[in-house]
């Protein structure tokens, strides 16, 4: 038999009003998260300790009695004011969403190596994990982080301003949030352009979102208009001057004057608070103030931070300006909410015309038995109020049959509907908190731990990635440790949109629970031939595209596609079912953590990538290598092998792959010769063939130990450029990592022989044998070892070395170099990677020697020019660029070179770290000038040697 899952319809909103009861999208258990409504999909094993016992079941109450709502808009993650949604959803029961414009693509990571899409996906995590502890839904649009703006008109610009407006205002018709509110207020407070436009899009999705004209496709999709009654946006940090306001962007300021985009007038003078929120307020079941609660959630954000820690409790309060209200309000307002009914009689409100009699009725009878539950409420003993909770559910599910065979109209159904669905799965989350039953749903491994001490043994490490074909066992355990009895009626796995999954049996019941009593149900699951693989269901097709394509519109803003396989659970307390749902887990041991436990995922028999994608090949190589990895999935043993599609006329060898078992990994090296090598782009595909099927992609697990990691899948293709670069013979190159960056590849690209300096070299190592030391991006804000032992790099320079500082933030400021210098507190960035830029001493040795830099070096640079630019220097320092974006004071310390004993000291804020991964000809020859210098004949005094054309070699 199988159990065929759902399809999914093509508006999460329309999956948040599915109208069957078994069947709906899965969300967390034990004691499943108070924020969900139904269609949340988290996918997290455990519970936050928040949102388990006595402590879940209050705050679901605190939900239960009320239909606040509201929505916040920010730019990236990390912008958003976790306090107030920890405040609001957490201690006043709101249902809060929080939508992200980007997933901050163009960011730093100071965590690991992935940049661009990958780090989009990095900070997508870690956004989510700060979620749980705000207690907030999660949506995104579909544009892109491309690096700093410093202008609204420029973020506009790239990414349309429909485009982005209509994202949100999609989103304000899927949650219908009663008000909107933002970090931003759209001016020149907000610095960032793209922090502007996100303060704009939350003023006028408040004034689009209700309009039928305004996005027309959404109504045929089945979303409605929704009109939120307030906007607020949090009054700006930044105060006003006798300057006016300061924009951080541009370090200008402006005039103190304010649009409002709700009616389009202009407030002139500083923002009044209309409302202020106490985030520093304490909440004794949670055992923390509200803010310290978000600064944990903001602290799984590490990418960006580098992690944060518990900050004191104390008084916190946050102001925000009310820009709009279609209800009547004092000027100061106790809350968001004031004036607006927010009792569960308020939904009655949104019946407009006909007989509402009945619908007052039921929530009058609904409303008595949340208050009935609430007053009975016990921490010791909260299966107390479990049959209140259950006749809550059942008197909702009656109303909600009631609205729907009324004579009331469709767009009142669709309204009351609506917000009896939300609270029909806030009753389900708090019957199951109330009786504490627990679920866990994972991969059964090959062998059950059997003797008198299995019990220590449970939960023991499975495969990681379900594969085509594949069949497999998955066990379902479920607890109840109440006295209350509970039938579990019956559990199903639910499996993805798409081709059905095998599963056996359908279904299984699990008898009646009381007093601890578990029950344990095993399924054999066969994934179908055709299954689609865990990935971002959005691409793009280059990084210079400002926003994705989405490849399934059933999941547009949703943070991801859904996970592939759920478990659900019915149960029924005295007659009235209710239901749980978890994502199926995999699990396995690490070291330290121990017992790790995260959602299964699907994905190809073999994974075929090469990395960097990008390079160069030297004009006049008679021959360069390529290295490309094979990770199998395969249960078992697999061999296969993989050929290269070269460029015509250009040949290499077949390469065989052998792989022992799950999870292996093999690295082949192809020695290619190329045939009339051109200064042009050249594309090469690897293609892996293994039990009579090709693979020509490949995914990298981004991310970094402790955060839930997701698949980046790329075509396992290699873009090259036949480029005329030269670098010095014999070179030996060393190199500190810092934060991550795939600079030590791209090198090899020059037949640089790359060494890795240890703590122990930094230390005590002999640096004299390297001809140049390069620092990886951020090394100052990682590497202690690097700032105990940097008197050991001055004494390599003064004897005659050469290091070159790359990217790095003001954890540098603080004269690591051989003279003085300064960052300041708001370095400069140049983000107009076309922003021409003027050699000011054209005769400096890192212009002249192997390659003749030029103008032409600087055209087809990604993303941005550099950043942080150095604001001052000591006279010993030669700049040796100069650049600006429209606007901007000129800059020339982006790049300062200092003569200091026999040898030479640059530091360099260029983005050679995003230019040469991505194979920019230009950023490679200059580059190779740099590491060059050492052997420079302008400044030894030996015999000039006559650079060579590279060959590329492995690093160690």
Not at 151 to 163: C, I, S, V, Y
């Amino acid at each position: 038999m199988r159990f065929r899952s759902r399809s999914l319809v093509p508006s999460v909103f329309l999956a948040l009003l599915c109208t069957s009861p078994f069947l709906i999208q899965s969300f967390s258990v034990r004691a499943q998260s108070p924020t969900a409504t139904g269609s949340d999909s988290e996918a997290a094993a455990q519970a936050l300790p928040f949102d388990r016992g006595a402590a879940a079941l209050w705050q679901s109450l605190q939900k239960l009695r009320t239909r606040a709502s509201l929505l916040m808009v920010t730019a990236h993650p990390d912008d958003e004011d976790g306090g107030m949604l920890t405040y609001e959803s957490r201690g006043q029961g709101v249902r809060a969403t929080l939508l992200t414009l980007n997933r901050g693509e163009g960011g730093a990571n100071v965590m690991s190596s992935d940049y661009f899409d990958a780090l989009g996906l990095v900070r997508t995590e870690e956004l989510l994990a700060a979620d749980r502890y705000y207690g907030t839904q999660q949506f995104w649009t579909r544009v892109c982080d491309y690096g700093f703006s410093k202008t609204k008109e420029e973020a506009l610009d790239k990414w349309g301003h429909d485009r982005v407006l209509g994202d949100v205002v999609r989103v304000v018709r899927m949650m219908r949030p009663l008000a909107i509110t933002s970090v931003f207020v759209g001016g020149r407070t907000d610095g960032h352009g793209n922090h502007q436009v996100a303060g704009q899009m939350a003023q006028e999705a408040f004034k689009e979102a209700g309009d039928p004209a305004m996005f027309p496709e959404q109504i045929k999709e089945g979303l409605r208009p929704w009109k939120p009654l307030k906007d607020y946006a949090r009054v700006p940090f930044a105060r006003i001057t006798d300057k006016g306001i300061y924009d951080y962007a541009d370090g200008k300021y402006y005039p103190a004057e304010f649009q409002n985009y709700t009616n389009g007038t202009v407030i002139k003078g500083e923002l009044s608070a209309s409302v202020e929120i106490p985030e520093g307020d304490y909440n004794p079941l949670l055992g923390l103030t509200y803010a310290q609660v978000s600064r944990l959630g903001l602290g799984h954000q590490k990418s960006q931070n580098g992690g944060t820690g518990l900050p004191p409790a104390e008084e916190e309060m946050a102001s925000y300006h009310r820009f709009a209200s279609l209800v009547s309000v004092p000027e100061k307002e106790s809350s968001f909410f004031e004036g607006i009914v927010v009792s569960l009689a308020g939904i009655a409100d949104l019946a407009q015309g006909g007989d509402v009699a009945f619908l007052k009725e039921g929530l009058s009878n609904i409303n008595s038995l949340v208050e009935r539950a609430i007053s009975g409420f016990s921490a010791q003993h909260p299966e107390a109020i479990a049959s209140t909770l259950a006749d809550g559910l059942k008197a909702t599910r009656a109303l909600i049959e009631k609205v729907n065979a009324s004579n009331l109209s469709a767009d009142a159904k669709y309204e009351v509907t609506h917000e009896l669905k939300i609270k029909q799965a806030q009753f389900e989350n708090a019957l199951a908190e109330s009786l504490g039953i627990s679920v866990l749903a994972t991969v059964a491994p090959e062998n059950e731990p059997s003797g008198p001490f299995a019990r220590f043994f449970r939960n023991q490490p499975t495969f990681q990635v379900a594969i085509p074909g594949q069949e497999f066992r998955v066990k379902v355990h479920a607890t109840n440790p109440a006295d209350e009895p509970v039938k579990l009626e019956a559990v199903a796995l639910q499996g993805p949109h798409g081709a059905p999954w095998g599963v056996e049996p359908a279904t299984q019941s699990g008898g009646t629970l009381k007093g601890n009593q578990s029950a344990d149900l095993r399924f054999t699951v066969r994934v179908p031939e055709n299954a689609a693989f865990t990935r971002p269901y959005f691409t793009r097709p280059n990084i210079e595209r400002p926003y994705y394509d989405i490849n399934l519109p059933g999941y547009l803003n949703l943070p991801t596609e859904p996970y592939p396989l759920s478990a659900v659970l019915r149960f029924s307390l005295d007659g009235v079912p209710f239901e749980i749902s978890q994502v199926v887990q995999s699990v396995k041991r690490v070291t330290g953590p121990g017992t790790v436990l995260e959602p299964l995922i699907t994905g190809p028999a073999i994974s075929v990538s090469i990395a960097p994608q990008a390079g160069i090949v030297p004009l006049g190589a008679k021959s360069f290598d390529l290295t490309v990895t094979v990770h199998s999935n395969v249960k078992g043993a697999a061999e296969g092998t993989v050929d290269l599609d070269l460029p015509q006329g250009w040949t290499a060898a077949t390469e065989k792959f052998s792989t022992a078992k799950d999870g292996d990994d093999e690295t082949l090296n192809f020695r290619i010769t190329p045939a009339r090598l051109e200064e042009k782009p050249y594309t090469i595909t690897a293609v892996a063939s293994y039990n009579g099927h090709e693979y020509k992609e490949g995914y990298h697990s981004v991310g970094y130990p402790g955060l839930r990691p997701y698949n980046l899948y790329r075509a396992s293709a290699y873009r090259t450029t036949g480029v005329d670069v030269k670098v010095a013979p014999g070179l030996n190159v060393s190199y500190i990592v810092g934060a991550g960056d795939e600079m030590p590849q791209s090198l090899v690209n020059l037949g640089i022989n790359v060494h890795f300096l240890t703590a122990e070299d930094l230390a005590a190592g002999n640096l004299s044998k390297f001809d140049a030391i390069v620092l990886g991006v951020r090394t100052y804000a990682v590497r202690e070892d690097l700032k105990t032992y940097n008197g050991r790099l001055l004494d390599y320079v003064k004897n005659g070395g050469v290091v070159i500082v790359q990217y790095n933030t003001p954890e540098y400021d603080h004269n690591y170099g051989p003279y003085p210098y300064k960052m300041g507190s708001n370095p400069e960035e140049v983000t107009d990677e076309s922003s021409q830029v003027e050699i000011l001493d054209p005769s400096n040795p890192v212009f002249t020697w192997p390659n003749k830099i030029t103008a032409k070096d600087f055209e087809n640079w990604v993303e941005e020019r550099g950043s942080k630019f150095l604001e001052s220097w000591d006279a010993a320092y030669e700049p040796l660029l100069e650049t600006h974006d429209p606007g901007q004071a000129p800059q020339k310390g982006g790049l300062v070179y200092a003569k200091y004993g026999k040898g030479v000291y640059i530091y360099n804020a260029y983005a050679f770290y995003r230019q040469m991964p991505e194979g920019v000809p230009g950023a490679y020859r200059f580059f190779a000038n740099m590491i060059s210098l050492g052997k420079n004949p302008r400044r030894t005094s030996s015999p000039s040697r006559t650079p060579h054309t590279p060959t590329k070699k492995s690093s160690d």
